[in-house]
């Protein structure tokens, strides 16, 4: 059977840039080699064995994790240094045990006191010595213990004293993804670092261990300033971008490296419509910037060589079916611009939801050849 390319290829699939994915690596890595800390990547963006390599090679040590099936599957490709970065549930501590006594280095979250009890019960009972984190609350974003709070310590007495290996703390500044100025990133960066360190130093100062201090965000992690305390960082999204992102500030359109490539299987020229086969179920139902300074949509417009279309977006979305428009007055020669059969490629609001919707991720080199890149759904 003959190679894909992109004129060949059926529609809708999963399009990596191989360059920009790489130089989206590089970028990362040497800012975290700048600012003297272990970089820890996320690889739920990718769930891809590929990428992840990529990202080691580079320099990243250890893998950050979203669901025990990633852990899992990293762990099978190769990946033992393993942070589990979700609070874990007690029903999920047999497969972390197993993980465990397979080999894996699988680091486990907490952020109330009794899942610490049921961490420091089930390890006792198994003869295990967990290692686990406390996440700490930086900026109200979602989960977490605020440095300040009695909890803290509470959480860190049950671990230490329960027998378990008390590893540190953790913290995302999710919130960073509501800015978009390099002072607002840079102040929220600051945040995080600094509520980080305090946790960790109340831990200290109250005879408790606390070799790791962890951040990140891709935002924080390309916008901080110092990152003095901190051990290592974690970020995800950075290594594909997206519009949001782009939005944010942190990247350009040329910086993104995730697209669906699509077709146009007809039109409404008196709408100022063309439809492509790229539907919600292409590119998932994430409007993240619908909220920000630019709404694009259900993603931006690029021609088959991902050069954007200015003035094109994917305005609106049905399970298979996109609709392709003019962001001003409708455009009634849309049929001719991009006449049936037409291949265009989109960029995602969000990479790590668009990723999502594809078994596999086409890596397209620089000559145009097509690669087949492996993805894992599911928990």
């Known amino acids: 059977m003959a ?12 399009i990596v840039e191989r360059t920009r994915m790489q130089h989206n690596i590089v970028r990362m890595q040497q800012r975290m080699n700048e600012l003297g800390v272990r970089f820890r990547p996320h690889v739920k963006t990718t769930k891809c064995a590929e990428v992840a390599r990529a990202q080691r090679d580079a320099g990243a040590q250890g893998i950050t994790v979203s669901t025990l099936k990633e852990a899992e599957q990293f762990f099978v490709d190769g990946f033992t240094d393993i942070l589990y970065a979700v609070g874990m549930a007690p029903h999920r ?15 486990i979250l907490t952020d109330g006191v009794a899942s610490a009890r ?3 019960e089930f390890g006792r009972a198994q003869g295990e010595v967990f290692e686990v984190l406390i996440e700490v609350d930086t900026d109200g974003h979602r989960s977490g213990i605020r440095p300040e709070d009695d909890a803290l310590l509470d959480v860190a007495r049950v671990l230490h004293n329960g027998g378990m290996r008390l590893g540190g703390v953790m ?14 990133l840079r102040a929220i960066a600051e945040q995080e670092r600094a509520g980080c360190v305090r946790a960790a130093q109340r831990l200290r100062d109250a005879g408790l261990p606390c070799p ?7 935002p924080t992690a390309l916008m901080a300033e110092r990152l003095d305390g901190v051990t290592e960082v974690r970020a995800g999204v950075y290594v594909f971008f997206d519009l949001v992102m782009r939005n944010v ?3 350009t359109e040329d910086d993104i490296a995730l697209s669906v490539l699509t077709t146009v299987i007809g039109h409404q020229a008196e709408k100022g419509w063309a439809i492509v086969d790229a539907g919600w179920m292409a590119m998932s139902r994430d409007r993240g910037t619908q909220k920000q300074r630019h709404d694009f949509g259900y993603g931006r417009v690029c021609d088959i060589d991902g050069k954007v279309l200015d003035g094109y977006v994917l305005s609106a979305a049905n399970q298979e079916h996109g609709i392709l428009s003019g962001e001003g007055a409708p455009d009634t020669g849309i049929a001719a611009r991009f006449p049936l059969g037409t291949r265009l490629r989109i960029l995602p609001n969000h990479a790590c939801a668009t990723g999502a919707q594809f078994p596999e991720y086409h890596a397209l080199s620089e000559d145009g050849s097509l690669a087949r890149w492996g ?3 599911g928990w």
């Open 3 to 14: 190679s894909s390319t992109l004129a060949t290829l059926d529609t809708p699939a999963a």
């Open 93 to 107: 501590l047999p497969h972390a045990l197993d993980l465990r006594r397979r080999g894996c280095a699988l680091v």
């Open 118 to 120: 049921a961490i420091a």
């Open 171 to 184: 913290t995302h500044a999710g919130s960073s993804y509501e800015f978009d100025t390099p002072e607002a």
């Open 212 to 218: 790791v201090v962890s951040v990140g965000s891709t």
């Open 249 to 251: 500030g942190v990247c």
């Open 375 to 377: 993805r894992f759904h």
